[in-house]
């Protein structure tokens, strides 16, 4: 690391990008943990990179983490660890000097959505619901998915973010400055590429962090920052798990460094793209529920004597409000494919839908009945049917967003989605940790 800004919590990398002249479209891959349950979806990726370098050969997709022993699992990492020397070695990865990218990434859904490479630093983040830290995490964390993940990391020497993190910037004072002024200029063009497997273009321009726009991007946190009321800056949207990873694997490292050391290794800094949640070309969807197992009777004698003192009632569809009421009361839209009705809170105990149906439900799993979390009505409305029910949840509001994670802690679990599948982050630059 370069310069440490500790008041902002962030550091100017010295990112790492593939040497020009590579077949960048090869080169950048989805993020690990998109395509879980699709082989076919990583078969093609195989068959699309073939023997070009690429950052297929640096990560391990999590569609083989419970498919494979442990000691294939091994192999891969094996194989991985050897490839990134190879690059390193071999000049496929440049290192540049300490900076910033501005990045421009389109997709089919949308024209354009702007993004800022930076690196985090691990000692002001916290996933602890509640706390007061620079960097939240936006969901609750499953710490039995970090030993596992903290096993691949620390057999890396470099990491690749997928990580996504919002700031609250309605203004637009950081990223949107800051990548009108780069992209005015070809020479600060790091890459500009389509990205395979239907995943868009995108397009990235580097700042020196003693450049003017290098200068300027700190600058420009720091005055998002002084409009923050309790020192909220940074809310991890999408990879809230591999952040904590990089938490915990920072922890474990700093046990063996002298308190100087501790400052400034480049383990403590998180690679990641900050993406501004008032960009037009960021879309939150909600995240549905389908209930199995669950009849309609079942459920409204259950949801009367749940929802007791929060002036229940059951509605049609059309009370359902699709963003939110702005007298505080909520609105779940129920199906069983056939009928939609809705449940109406008129006094909710949890500041959003989502909460108040989560708590519900959870209420209500055993052996017969489970529920499962799915993108889109059309999906919800197919799956919906005999003992299966459907709930369709209003949107997020953008604008209420840190001021809930502030109030709340963390969202409830599996609340919202940051775009399409597709319009995930692609690998394309590294760190070393």
Known sequence: ?????NDIAVAAPKILLPREGLDLKKWAVIACDQFTSEPKYWEDVENEVGDAPSTLR????????EKETPDQIDARLSSITASIHQYINEGILRQMDPGFIVLDRKTKYNDSRKGLILALDLEQYDFTPGNKSRIRATEGTVLSRIPPRVRIRERAPIEMPHIMVLINDPGKTVIEPAFTALSADSANL?????????GGHIRGYYAKEDSQVGKWIPFALQGLLSHSEDGFLFAVGDGNHSLATAKKHWENIREGLSEEERQS???????????????????FEPIHRVTFGLTKEKLLSAASEYFAGQEYSISD?????????KDGSQ??????????????LKKPAHTLAVGSLQGFLDTLESEQIHTDYIHGEDSV????????LGFLLPDVSKNSFFETISKEGV?????????????????????RI
Not at 381 to 388: H, V
């Open 331 to 344: 609105t779940i839209l129920v199906t069983d494919g056939e009928e939609d009705f809705t449940i109406v």
């Open 265 to 283: 290794h480049p383990a403590r800094f998180c690679l990641v793209e900050i993406v501004n949640i008032h960009d037009d070309g960021l879309k």
């Open 411 to 431: 969202f409830p679990r599996k609340t919202f989605s940051m775009g399409e599948a597709v319009e995930k982050r692609y690998y394309l630059e590294a760190k």
């Open 190 to 198: 790091v890459y500009d590429t389509d990205l395979m497997m239907d």
């Open 1 to 5: 690391m370069s310069s440490i800004y």
């Open 381 to 388: 409305r197919s799956l919906a049917g005999k003992d299966r």
């Open 58 to 65: 640096m990560f391990l997709p999590e569609v083989y983490l």
């Open 317 to 325: 569809a059309s009370a359902f409000a699709k963003e939110g009421s």
